[in-house]
Every structure is written in structure tokens, then in C-alpha cells.
T-cell receptor, first 113, second 109 residues
Framework: DVKVTQSSRYLVKRTGEKVFLECVQD?????MFWYRQDPGLGLRLIYF???????EKGDIPEGYSVSREKKERFSLILESASTNQTSMYLC????????????FGPGTRLLVL | RKEVEQDPGPFNVPEGATVAFNCTYS??????FFWYRQDCRKEPKLLMS???SGNEDGRFTAQLNRASQYISLLIRDSKLSDSATYLC??????????FGTGTRLQVFP
């Protein structure tokens, strides 16, 4: 069974703080993704990665960065959190050889005060 | 125009009813299509892929109309446990998936 875990289910941070969201998958998937999900806007892709140390911008990368030092781990960093980054953050992974099916982690609800 | 558009609902149906959702997509070069299911406060999970010839999985039937650029999902004999948000997902011939905003289904007793 594919398992994608995220470091926190709920997180409360203050404006200006640096925030780290961690995602780990145990299926040796090459591809990993970070999305945010907001009511009425659906899932929007922030960044994705096809391999260790590789990253690609998604549709809304501003205010975010990522790190992929190991294949199983993909981190999302909010350099200086702002209130408009309050959202549900979802990590996903997929296998290059397994088609496009993406497996999601349980999500992190981030509140920036 | 959004790349993937869905009626947000909610669709409120009684148990045992048949319900259908449609989804339209804008990129005619799109290659792959999926329906994902998302329960309240949970992550999305793949429900089924959508093939050109149409496909069925138990009470669920998915169809693709490339000429009109829409995808449908039919649920027969609705169960209470079918209550969820159904996300239409399209791969527009890139390495990324485009998710619709979802259609909410509420099945009542």
C-alpha cells in the first residue's frame, strides 16, 4: 500500500515566520508534488520534482520554495509566511512507470496569524 | 476559461438514486482523464481512470466525449457512503495533472 505522510496535520504560525512542511513517501516514487487547496479554487500546484535535487515551478510558486535532498522526502518552505498562505497543503507522489496516478498525503492545515 | 470546469453542486440525492456529474476541459490535446474522490477533510483518492471507450467499475461508470471535451461520471444505486466531493482530473499532455474544483454529492436516507 502506498503511504504518503506529512509532518503535521495542523499548524499555526505567525506572519513573517519561516515554515517547513515535510512530506515522505515510502513507495520509491520518482515524482513528488506540493499543492494547496482553497474553497472554490480547488487544488493548485505549487512545485513538483521528478528526481532528487530537481524541482519545477507549478502554477503558484511565489512565496514558496522546495527541497528534495532524498528521493523519499520533499519539503515545502514558506520563507516568510503571510496570511494569504493560510490554506490546506497537500503533498502527492507518483511513479514514472505507474502512469499518472497521484497518491496524496493527509494534508496539513496551516493557519498564519 | 478554466482548464477544467465542474458544477460545484451540491447534488442532494436519496439512497438508491442514480446521479451523474459532468466535467468540461479546455485543452483538446489532453490525453488522460480521471475521477478522484475526496471525503470531507481528507485527501483526494483515485476513484477511476476514464478511457475513450468508457469504463465501468461496479456502480460507477465513466465516459469520455473527446469531440465535446467533456467527461462524465454516473453513480447508480447511490449509497450514503458515496457522499463526498468528486474531482475531475485531466492530464493536458504535460507532466502535471489539472484538478477541477469538485462536485459535492450528498446522499440522504
Amino acid at each position: 500500500d502506498v503511504k504518503v505522510t506529512q509532518s503535521s496535520r495542523y499548524l499555526v504560525k505567525r506572519t513573517g515566520e519561516k515554515v517547513f512542511l515535510e512530506c515522505v513517501q515510502d513507495m520509491d516514487h520518482e515524482n513528488m508534488f506540493w499543492y494547496r487547496q482553497d474553497p472554490g479554487l480547488g487544488l493548485r500546484l505549487i512545485y513538483f520534482s521528478y528526481d532528487v535535487k530537481m524541482k519545477e515551478k507549478g502554477d503558484i510558486p511565489e512565496g514558496y520554495s522546495v527541497s528534495r535532498e532524498k528521493k523519499e522526502r520533499f519539503s515545502l518552505i514558506l520563507e516568510s509566511a503571510s496570511t494569504n498562505q493560510t490554506s490546506m497543503y497537500l503533498c502527492a507522489s507518483s511513479s514514472t512507470s505507474g502512469g499518472e496516478t497521484q497518491y496524496f498525503g493527509p494534508g496539513t492545515r496551516l493557519l498564519v496569524l | 476559461r478554466k482548464e477544467v470546469e465542474q458544477d460545484p453542486g451540491p447534488f442532494n440525492v436519496p439512497e438508491g438514486a442514480t446521479v451523474a456529474f459532468n466535467c468540461t476541459y479546455s485543452n483538446s490535446a489532453s490525453q488522460s482523464f480521471f475521477w478522484y474522490r475526496q471525503d470531507c477533510r481528507k485527501e483526494p483518492k483515485l476513484l477511476m481512470s476514464v478511457y475513450s471507450s468508457g469504463n465501468e467499475d461496479g456502480r460507477f461508470t465513466a465516459q469520455l466525449n473527446r469531440a465535446s471535451q467533456y467527461i462524465s461520471l454516473l453513480i447508480r444505486d447511490s449509497k450514503l457512503s458515496d457522499s463526498a466531493t468528486y474531482l475531475c482530473v485531466v492530464n493536458p499532455d504535460t507532466d502535471k495533472l489539472i484538478f477541477g474544483t469538485g462536485t459535492r454529492l450528498q446522499v440522504f436516507p
